[in-house]
C-alpha cells in the first residue's frame, strides 16, 4: 500500500492570496488524484494529475484557479489561487493502486484550508 | 441526475452490537463498489471493495452486500467497538471511465457507545 505524505496540514490563509500544497508519495504512481472535502461534503475530484502532461480537470475546476504540478512520479503540487472563503476546506491528495482492473486508493492525511 | 446517498444523521449504537449502514445510489452503472473508514483530520482509508457480479464480501468483523437490481449496498460491522467509531464513506467506480476514478458518498457517522 502505499504511503502519502501531504503538507502543510493546515494553514489560515487571507483571501485573494495563494497556497500551494504539495503530496509526496513512497512509491512510483501514474495517476495521482486531487479531491476537496468542505464542511460535512462528501469528497470531489478537482482534477487527475499525470506526469509529464497536463493535469484533467473536473467539471467545475479550472486550471487558473488549481493549477497542479506533477513534476515526476512521486511528487504533485496543488495551488489553490486568490483565495476566498468558499475555498476553506480540506483539500485531500490521492494515489490508486489497481490489481486486475480494480482500484484502491490511498490518502494523504489532507489539508484543513480556512481563508479568512 | 446521478447521486449516491448516505443517511446523512449519525448512527449511535451499543458497543458489541451490528452496525449497518447503507448506500443507494441512482442513475450509476458502477463496476465496483467500495467502503473507507474517515477519522477526524485524517484521510479515507480503504475497507473493503466488492464488484457488481458479487453479493457479498466478508473481511474480519465486516461484511459489505451489494445489490445491483436496489443500486444499493450494506455495510455491516458485527461485535461493534468504540474503536468502530467514525464517518464510513461509500464510493463507485464508474464503468466506460478510467478505472481509477471514484466517486463519493457523503458518509455516515458512527458512533459506538461503550
Known amino acids: 500500500s502505499a504511503v502519502i505524505s501531504q503538507k502543510p496540514s493546515r494553514d489560515i490563509c487571507q483571501r485573494g492570496t495563494s497556497l500551494t500544497i504539495q503530496c509526496q508519495v513512497d512509491?512510483?504512481?501514474?495517476?495521482m488524484f486531487w479531491y476537496r472535502q468542505q464542511p460535512g461534503q462528501s469528497l470531489t475530484l478537482i482534477a487527475t494529475?499525470?506526469?509529464?502532461?497536463?493535469?484533467?480537470?473536473e467539471s467545475g475546476f479550472v486550471i487558473d484557479k488549481f493549477p497542479i504540478s506533477r513534476p515526476n512520479l512521486t511528487f504533485s503540487t496543488l495551488t489553490v489561487s486568490n483565495m476566498s472563503p468558499e475555498d476553506s476546506s480540506i483539500y485531500l491528495c490521492?494515489?490508486?493502486?489497481?490489481?486486475?482492473?480494480?482500484?484502491?486508493?490511498?490518502f494523504g492525511q489532507g489539508t484543513r484550508l480556512t481563508v479568512v | 441526475s446521478q447521486k449516491i446517498e448516505q443517511n446523512s444523521e449519525a448512527l449511535n449504537i451499543q458497543e458489541g452490537k451490528t452496525a449497518t449502514l447503507t448506500c443507494n445510489y441512482t442513475?450509476?452503472?458502477?463496476?465496483?463498489l467500495q467502503w473507507y473508514r474517515q477519522d477526524p483530520g485524517r484521510g479515507p482509508v480503504f475497507l473493503l471493495l466488492?464488484?457488481?457480479?458479487?453479493k457479498e464480501k466478508r473481511k474480519e468483523r465486516l461484511k459489505v452486500t451489494f445489490d445491483t437490481t436496489l443500486k444499493q449496498s450494506l455495510f455491516h460491522i458485527t461485535a461493534s467497538q468504540p474503536a468502530d467509531s467514525a464517518t464510513y464513506l461509500c464510493?463507485?467506480?464508474?464503468?466506460?471511465?478510467?478505472?481509477?476514478?471514484?466517486?463519493f458518498g457523503t458518509g455516515t457517522r458512527l458512533l459506538v457507545s461503550p
Open positions: 464510493a463507485l467506480a464508474r464503468k466506460n471511465t478510467g478505472f481509477q476514478k471514484l466517486v
Open positions: 494529475a499525470n506526469q509529464g502532461s497536463e493535469a484533467t480537470y
Open positions: 442513475n450509476y452503472s458502477p463496476a465496483y
Open positions: 512509491s512510483q504512481v501514474t495517476m
Open positions: 466488492i464488484r457488481e457480479n458479487e
Open positions: 490521492s494515489v490508486a493502486e489497481g490489481r486486475g482492473g480494480l482500484t484502491e486508493a490511498f
